[in-house]
């Protein structure tokens, strides 16, 4: 397993950004396929976007495509996820979860973090 620790959340007004951060401990980060999640207030968790551990395939849920952009940097074991465009709804802890089989929604994933908040006020 990766130990994973997030950060950057904060908050933000409607229309802002922010860009979280998920830093992993292990040798072997660059094997593993990273996900975001986020879970609202009397909401369950729902998947936010995924990367493969190639970096080459990403995934995003319908509500976000176009806003955030999900991204890595083995070289420093981090990753990485750019909200732009943020809204109320937007409003959760976000999660960074890491496994070396685990992509897209599955929310399967073996490695979880701690969250982060963000909140957007309107």
């Known amino acids: 397993q990766v130990q994973l620790v997030e950060s950057g959340g904060g908050l933000v007004q409607a229309g802002g950004s922010l860009r979280l951060s998920c830093a992993a401990s292990?040798?072997?980060?660059?094997?593993?396929?990273l996900g975001w999640f986020r879970q609202a207030p009397g909401k369950e968790r729902e998947f936010v976007a995924s990367i493969k551990w190639s970096g080459d395939n990403t995934y995003y849920a319908d509500s976000v495509k176009g806003r955030f952009t999900i991204s890595r940097d083995n070289a420093k074991n981090t990753l990485y996820l750019q909200m732009d465009s943020l809204a109320p709804v937007d409003t959760a802890i976000y999660y960074c979860?890491?496994?070396?089989?685990?992509?897209?929604?599955?929310?399967?994933?073996?490695?979880w973090g701690q969250g982060t908040r963000v909140t957007v006020s309107s």
């Open positions: 979860a890491a496994d070396l089989w685990t992509t897209g929604p599955d929310p399967t994933f073996e490695s």
């Open positions: 292990g040798r072997t980060f660059s094997k593993y396929n």
